[in-house]
């Protein structure tokens, strides 16, 4: 198992627009596409790209998403997760429960349309960890 590319910085926030705002008032940055929804996960989503990963603007999708205890905790929203690339997630899952670490729910599709799962921060020195399968290349 080797540790892939880090593909995005989780951030949550209260409003997607108003992270959008500051992103483009400070570093004239845009998103790379429109946010959208991810009702599975209870999410709206929206990346800003920098030259070497994105960021994941990550807004609370009703009163009943898993992030809406973070921003209980941290009002004014903040970094949330790092997500990591894995060639193979079935072969990455087996990896991870085989060394003891604790994986958070079932395997499923995420923002990028690949599979991903969550390691828990007990397990990581405090940090959410997504792990992603890469997207696989355009032919
Ligand atoms: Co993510």
């Given at each position: 198992m080797k540790l892939g590319r880090l593909n995005h910085v989780g951030v949550a926030t209260r409003s997607i627009e108003q992270s959008l705002a500051t992103y483009r008032e400070l570093f004239g940055a845009e998103p790379s596409a429109a946010s959208f929804d991810l009702p599975a996960q209870g999410v709206r989503v929206c990346f800003v790209d920098a030259p070497n990963a994105q960021i994941e603007l990550i807004e609370p999708?009703?009163?009943?998403?898993?992030i809406v205890k973070f921003l209980d905790k941290y009002p004014a929203g903040g970094q949330h997760h790092l997500c990591f690339e894995v060639p193979d997630i079935t072969a990455a899952r087996a990896h991870f429960e085989g060394k003891g670490a604790r994986v958070l729910g079932p395997t499923r599709i995420g923002a990028h349309g690949t599979p991903i799962f969550f390691l828990h921060p007990k397990d990581m020195g405090g940090v959410l960890t997504e792990i992603m399968e890469s997207p696989k290349q355009a032919h």
């Amino acid at each position: 198992m080797k540790l892939g590319r880090l593909n995005h910085v989780g951030v949550a926030t209260r409003s997607i627009e108003q992270s959008l705002a500051t992103y483009r008032e400070l570093f004239g940055a845009e998103p790379s596409a429109a946010s959208f929804d991810l009702p599975a996960q209870g999410v709206r989503v929206c990346f800003v790209d920098a030259p070497n990963a994105q960021i994941e603007l990550i807004e609370p999708l009703g009163a009943d998403s898993p992030i809406v205890k973070f921003l209980d905790k941290y009002p004014a929203g903040g970094q949330h997760h790092l997500c990591f690339e894995v060639p193979d997630i079935t072969a990455a899952r087996a990896h991870f429960e085989g060394k003891g670490a604790r994986v958070l729910g079932p395997t499923r599709i995420g923002a990028h349309g690949t599979p991903i799962f969550f390691l828990h921060p007990k397990d990581m020195g405090g940090v959410l960890t997504e792990i992603m399968e890469s997207p696989k290349q355009a032919h």
